[in-house]
Nanobody
Framework: QVQLVESGGGLVQAGGSLRLSCVAS????????MGWFRQAPGKEREFVAA????????YYADSVKGRFTISRDNAKNTVYLQMNSLKPEDTAVYYCAAARRTTTSIYDNPYWGQGTQVTVSS
């Protein structure tokens, strides 16, 4: 059983920053790919960022490149999403995702956290 708990969401003005955290439990954390998705009201859930189990490979949606940074601390069983230069269009519920197997990615039916709300005001 895998449990993911996100935190760090909140209300921020455009141009501000937030750091999201996702703490994983229930299995060995370090060898699983992790990442973030987001979903705004009335829109489909979209990919934001991903990081491989070892940390050398990272991937970002074009909409957040240069502004968001994903990282992980395996000793703390935690993945982070540092969000800078936030825009109103970044407003969404952000979900942590974890690969179900060490050989798969977060795109293939991942485990999901409960989500944390990020609201960016203009």
């Amino acid at each position: 059983q895998v449990q993911l708990v996100e935190s760090g969401g909140g209300l921020v003005q455009a141009g501000g920053s937030l750091r999201l955290s996702c703490v994983a439990s229930g299995r060995t954390f370090s060898r699983y790919a992790m990442g973030w998705f987001r979903q705004a009201p009335g829109k489909e859930r979209e990919f934001v960022a991903a990081i491989s189990w070892s940390g050398p490979n990272v991937y970002y949606a074009d909409s957040v490149k240069g502004r968001f940074t994903i990282s992980r601390d395996n000793a703390k069983n935690t993945v982070y999403l540092q969000m800078n230069s936030l825009k109103p269009e970044d407003t969404a519920v952000y979900y942590c995702a974890a690969a179900r197997r060490t050989t798969t990615s977060i795109y293939d039916n991942p485990y999901w956290g409960q989500g944390t709300q990020v609201t960016v005001s203009s």
